[in-house]
Nanobody, 125 residues
Framework: QVQLVESGGGSVQAGGSLRLSCAAS????????MGWFRQAPGKEREFIAA????????YYADSVKGRFTISRDNAKNTVWLQMNSLKPEDTAVYYC??????????????????WGQGTQVTVSS
């Protein structure tokens, strides 16, 4: 088992930056691919980014490609999401999740078995 806790959310102006973190306790995240999702009010949960267990390979949704960067440090049991050039449409609750063992490029939420509680990101125009 593993517990995931997101932090680093907040309110920023359009064009600003935030760095989200996902800290794990319990079982180590090593050898597990990880992903970030978000959910805005009235919308479905949306895939944002994923990273392979080694940290070498990453995969991004078109909506955030070039603006967001996912990274990890297995020794610290932590995954980050650096968000730059934020837009009002990025406003959502952001969640980290552990891939159950499928491809690291999996964008379907069913590919993930453990989820954090989420952290709010609000971007004003």
């Amino acid at each position: 088992q593993v517990q995931l806790v997101e932090s680093g959310g907040g309110s920023v102006q359009a064009g600003g930056s935030l760095r989200l973190s996902c800290a794990a306790s319990g079982r180590t995240l090593r050898n597990y691919d990880m992903g970030w999702f978000r959910q805005a009010p009235g919308k479905e949960r949306e895939f944002i980014a994923a990273i392979s267990w080694s940290g070498v390979n990453t995969y991004y949704a078109d909506s955030v490609k070039g603006r967001f960067t996912i990274s990890r440090d297995n020794a610290k049991n932590t995954v980050w999401l650096q968000m730059n050039s934020l837009k009002p449409e990025d406003t959502a609750v952001y969640y980290c999740a552990r891939n159950r063992g499928t491809s690291y490029r999996a964008a379907n939420q069913n590919a993930y078995d453990y989820w954090g509680q989420g952290t709010q990101v609000t971007v004003s125009s």
